[in-house]
């Protein structure tokens, strides 16, 4: 193998590895950066391995993935009878979670907010819980989904290489 597609695949490589931890992160966009890892390839073998077909496929993939990612809270906030106080607490305290507490923000922020939201829209405490635990099961949700959309992804680039 020709000396450029091996450093594209190297780079790919760490393109989806940092996916990867993306995918804990926030603003790290993981999904999409293990795509461009994909795309990177793709072009260096002149879509040999990888065609412009799967290149789209896993495109698709990463739009429905990026649109999970926002709606997966809420869902699981609904799911668990949580009312528009609660919906938006969670999506707030995501925001001030994250911004407040780093990546242990993304975890207690929506669970506290929706907490909070339903305390303030006059649910007892016991339904204020079912909402934010809600809230947590479809942040855990949404983030398996993005694990496994990169996971195949990377199962993807490396039996390319053989």
Do not use: C, N
């Not at 450093?7 to 790290?28: D, E, Q, R, Y």
């Not at 950066?33 to 065609?51: C, K, M, N, P, V």
């Not at 507490?101 to 649910?123: M, N, Q, S, W, Y």
Request: glycine share 12%; aromatic share 12%; no cysteine.
């Amino acid at each position: 193998m020709a000396i450029l597609p091996m450093l594209a695949f190297g780079i790919a490589l760490l393109l989806v590895a940092v996916g990867i931890i993306g995918v804990f992160i926030p603003f790290v966009p993981g999904v999409p950066l293990a795509w461009l890892g994909l795309l990177l390839y793709a072009f260096a073998t002149h879509f040999a391995t990888i065609s412009k077909t799967v290149l789209l496929i896993f495109l698709l993939v990463v739009a429905l993935t990026s649109i999970v990612d926002f709606v997966a809270p809420l869902i699981g906030a609904r799911r668990y009878h949580a009312s528009r106080y609660g919906i938006i607490g969670s999506s707030l305290g995501l925001m001030v979670g994250l911004f407040t507490l780093g990546p242990l923000g993304i975890v207690i922020g929506p669970l506290a907010g929706a907490f909070l939201g339903e305390l303030i829209a006059g649910k007892p405490q016991t339904d204020a819980i079912k909402s934010a635990w809600g809230a947590f099961v479809g942040f855990l949700a949404g983030t398996l989904i993005k694990l496994v959309a990169i996971l195949v992804m990377a199962g993807f680039l490396i039996y390319s290489l053989f």
